[in-house]
């Protein structure tokens, strides 16, 4: 089975964790990078810019795919929480990639609440068979270790059956 983790990460707690997961079972990788710097580098604002982007729908372009989604069977996906929905460069994703019949696995990394972000993804991706879904709060902030070792141990449980 070919597997493939595809994430976004602004602060890097997603990326950590797309790494472990794809780490633990052996999956390709692929980054969601868009073009153009979506919000301030530091400070309040970036919250503000961010999540403004994300409750208008915003759709940044992203850079080219390195990776063929449709080559894969099982379908890792990971986004920072942003306003309580998955971050902009996800619904870019979403509206550029069509999955469909795959196995999908989804995954949040937040500072407060996943709040309805995994069933917000559920509905955009209808049409595949869904294998699970975790979130995690800031692990690069919290407990970098034991973090890793929950998305490695979740990751080879959805890879084995």
């Not at 919250?47 to 063929?68: D, H, T, V």
């Not at 929480?81 to 996800?90: H, T």
């Not at 619904?91 to 917000?120: D, M, Q």
């Not at 209808?126 to 034991?146: C, M, S, T, Y």
Request: glycine fraction near 10%; proline fraction near 5%.
């Amino acid at each position: 089975m070919k597997i493939l983790v595809i994430y976004y990460s602004l602060d890097g707690n997603t990326k950590f964790i797309s790494e472990k997961i794809a780490e633990s079972i052996g999956a390709d990788i692929l980054e969601l990078k868009p073009k153009k710097e979506l919000v301030p580098a530091s400070g309040f604002l970036r919250y503000f810019w961010g999540g403004r982007q994300a409750i208008m729908g915003g759709k940044p372009e992203l850079e080219s795919l390195e990776k063929n989604c449709a080559d894969y069977d099982l379908v890792f996906l990971g986004t920072p929480v942003w306003a309580l929905k998955y971050a902009p460069p996800v619904n870019t994703f979403f509206s550029n990639v069509k999955l469909e019949n795959k196995k999908i696995a989804l995954f949040c990394c937040h500072g407060g609440a996943p709040g309805g972000t995994l069933n917000k993804m559920k509905k955009r991706l209808a049409g595949n068979e869904f294998v699970g879904a975790i979130d995690f709060r800031e692990p690069l902030k919290h407990d970098k270790e034991a973090e890793a070792k929950r998305a490695a141990e979740w990751a080879r449980g959805i890879a084995m059956n």
